[in-house]
């Protein structure tokens, strides 16, 4: 439903409705609230997604028992969870190893590197103090039963650490709680984050996609009672509102009470700043008449953040691959119940009792029932149990495997990942490729995901370059669980600009996965030998954590990228011995390709002193020092080539033995290099016997002489060699 068909009566025509006057854009956002819920409601949105939070949490719906049904409750009806146990396997694969967030600055200069360090390290504590990454997954998991999920991240100056008294600005005098007769204080601020539904997201319905929306109405369901303490002159207006379920713009999933006493539904108005509206806008109330606040819009951009598995064609709508579920669902649960009634009905025993039997009842179970019949013929009858033939039949059973197997094929999630393991010698590594499949699969949502990560990232970041006047404290925590408390405020964050997070191989996300990389490590010799290679991948089998395996190449090449950006900046790092030399030469000498080391002298003399430096070290690197820490040793000075013939001793006194003379029309032998016709080109190791070597017997099978041709012998040692 448009706009206008609700609102048209009191929006205006000489303005946008965005830059309605105080006294008008209250009634105006909350026509546009009553007009998306009919909206839901006559179009079917409403009851789909109440449909599929059923679906997905039916169990506690059900109170997680068989329920009898029917007019005489003769029938039963149980809930095959199935439809969530698919869409949590979807929530596991993607949100399993969630990727951390990576702060970039806007250049390169050493200050803001700086400023990048202690962003990263503020970042992960803020996002771990604030429990972020619970956010992270409830707002993924709403994605795949409603087709969206969102999170808002507000920022309330009255939360946080107190830091001075607060005052009036004009008369400097101190501010007092009327509720509770004491000065009030400033607090350095903070975030609220809240999970929020699609039915808290008023939107503009008319909109083609979700990303083409300039303008949302948050819906968010507060304690009165803080509202008075930030809004205390909205006292009488707050303790009057409430809300009841039937109101429509109140309803929510799951269970409600009747009454909620301290609850009050709150709309807040975000515009985003466009050419209509250069400063957006910001405006909270509590109904047309009640406008707590309103204002341009505080933040960079909308402080809500959604995640949807797909996006609806040509609607602001997300949609999931659980509404195809949905259908299949409801057939499992029916066929179950059904087989569950049948078998419940049939499978006690029953007695028939012909009349005039004078049988005791008493001597009878409970467990069976009794049918009681009039015989005919003269002979009458005697009690007997009553067989009937079994309703269920193979068909029956067919199709309920049909419809599981096809749920498992709509979301590409094999049994093997729900438990269900049919070949029981299907190895680590086909279990991980069979996760990877399904992850591709599902690669639009993870990707999803991913941005939601950077959105609520960069959101965090800019509100502290906005917002953190004052000093905060962050406890930061090193790769070694070393801790220490750094201050900080706005001023770190200048040369901040965004948030990124690297999408990892899908395979790493699964624990056999990770296993299998470390396997591969370990075999081509990429992860320290002894006590230190054992200890870090026992951590992998135990958490399935690669990070143990790789914290040392990934230090080292930290390492190097801080001696490149030192050298682009003019300055030599410092070289130790115990470097990895031929690593560090390797990786710097790629900067003699920048352009900017080529077109400055002096950054390229800087360049070649530091591979120099290192060259100069890694030939004076004691061989034992090399091999203890894994690094490659330098050749040894002076010794031959590889190739090249051992030298053949002379006799004391003796002079060496000169060249032949070359001679018109004779053509010598080179006595270092066979001449091609006298020695045969060969491939693979030399055939030559061995000493002690036993010869194959010509009649031997073909399969031993080929073997015995690959062996290489121990070449013979001279024994004035040492």
Known sequence: MADGDTAGKTDSEDYYFANAPLDEIGELLMDRVEAYYIFLNSTGMMNLWRRSFAFFYNSAR????????????????ISMDDYPNLLRNILTLTTAQMPAMQT????????????????????????????????????????????????????NPNLGEEVAADADIETMSPIVDPNTGEQKAMHVGDWEFENLTCLDII???????????????????????????????????????????????????GYSAINHRDLVPTFEFFHDKTQ?????????????????????????????YRCAYAELRNNPFGWTVGFSLLPLAEANNRLTSTLLTNVATFGVTRVLNPRGANISLQALSENLAIIDYT????????????????????????????????????????????????????????????????LQFHAGFQQSFNKLLEDVGTGMVQDLKAFASAPRQALIVGKENQGYMQAYDKKNFDGINRVVVAAANPMLNTTAGKMNLADQLLQNGMLPQGEAGAMKYIQVMNQGKLEPETQYLQSEYMAIQQDKEDLLAGKLPMIQMTDNH?????????????????????????????????????LNMPPLLAAAMGIQPPPAQGAPPPGSPPQVPHAAGAAPMAPPTAQPGIQHANPQTP????????????????????????????????????????????????
């Open 276 to 304: 209509a509206v250069p400063g957006g806008r910001q405006t909270l109330l509590l109904d047309a008449d009640t406008v707590l606040f309103d204002g341009p819009l505080a933040y960079g951009v909308r402080p809500v």
């Open 582 to 618: 031929p690593l560090r030469m390797q990786e710097v000498n790629t900067l003699n390709n920048n352009p900017i080391i080529r077109q400055n002298p002096n950054l390229g003399n800087i360049v070649r002193q530091y591979i120099l430096g290192h060259f100069q070290q890694w």
């Open 375 to 438: 015989p005919t013929g003269p002979q009458g009858g005697k009690p007997e149990v009553l067989n009937m033939s079994n309703p269920i039949t193979k068909e029956t059973g067919d199709l309920l495997k049909f419809i599981n197997s096809k749920m498992e094929t709509y979301v590409s999630i094999d049994a093997s990942m729900r438990g269900q393991v049919k070949d029981q010698e299907m190895s680590g590594a086909a279990m991980a490729m069979q996760a990877s499949i399904s």
């Open 675 to 722: 001449h091609p016709q006298q020695k045969p080109p060969t491939m693979g190791p030399p055939t030559v016997a061995g000493p002690g070597m036993p010869r194959m017997p010509s009649h031997a099978p073909m399969q031993n002489q080929s073997a015995i041709k690959q062996i290489t012998p121990t070449p013979l040692v001279n024994p004035g060699a040492h």
């Open 203 to 253: 939107r503009d319905v008319d909109a083609l996609s979700y990303a083409a929306l300039q303008w949302v109405v948050v819906r968010r369901f507060q304690n009165k009672w803080d509202l008075i303490a930030q809004y205390p002159q909205f006292k009488d207006e707050i303790m009057r509102a409430s809300w009841a379920l039937t109101d429509k713009r109140n309803s929510k999933f």
């Open 62 to 77: 059900l109170g997680g028992r068989i329920n009898p049904v029917g007019r005489k409750l003769e029938l039963q009806s």
């Open 104 to 155: 970039l600055c806007s250049n390169g200069d050493e200050v803001t590197l700086e400023q990048n360090k202690i962003s990263q390290q503020v970042l992960d504590y803020e996002t771990r103090v604030h429990k972020v990454p619970e956010y992270l997954r409830q707002c993924a998991e709403d994605s795949l039963w409603a087709g969206e999920g969102f999170i808002y991240k507000g920022w």
